[in-house]
């Protein structure tokens, strides 16, 4: 039998997919003000569903590149196109995406709350996740 092929868990391996699901909880209040940085929270290892509940009293951005430029190592950020989701005061969305990392900022100034993720995560590290930096959609 050959070593040369050692089949492991990969980004596009289905079955890391397939029977992904470990759970993976936590919570943060949000900067307090837009000119703060993002808000990151990384996971460690690859996401497939993330759903994200918010209590803030204000709208948050949800981004998968921070939302300025040049912070968090990102050579662009979120801001330039509008590359971020606008989950409404006390909302909550679910989304299927593979990352391995997101980014929040407040819509507004003084939010109070918190922004509640829930994620489901795959077996594959962290680091076999590519950067989302310069992707357009993400952070052009």
Do not use: W
């Not at 808000?39 to 509940?53: D, E, M």
């Not at 209590?55 to 990102?74: C, L, M, Q, W």
């Amino acid at each position: 039998m050959s070593t040369s092929n050692i089949y492991t868990a990969g980004l596009n391996n289905v079955g890391s997919y397939q029977v992904s699901g470990t759970p993976y909880l936590t919570s943060s209040a949000l900067p307090t003000n837009t000119t703060d940085d993002s808000l990151r929270i990384q996971f460690p290892n690859v996401t497939r569903r993330i759903t994200f509940k918010s209590t803030s009293n204000k709208n948050v951005r949800i981004h998968f590149a921070p939302y300025d430029t040049n912070e968090a190592g990102y050579a662009k950020g979120a801001d330039t196109n509008d590359n971020f989701f606008l989950l409404p005061t006390g909302g909550e969305v679910a989304m299927d995406v593979k990352c391995k990392e997101v980014f929040f900022t407040a819509d507004d100034n003084s939010p109070t709350g918190l922004i509640y993720i829930m994620a489901e995560l795959t077996s594959i590290p962290a680091s076999r996740m590519f950067s989302l930096d310069n992707v357009e959609g993400v952070a052009t």
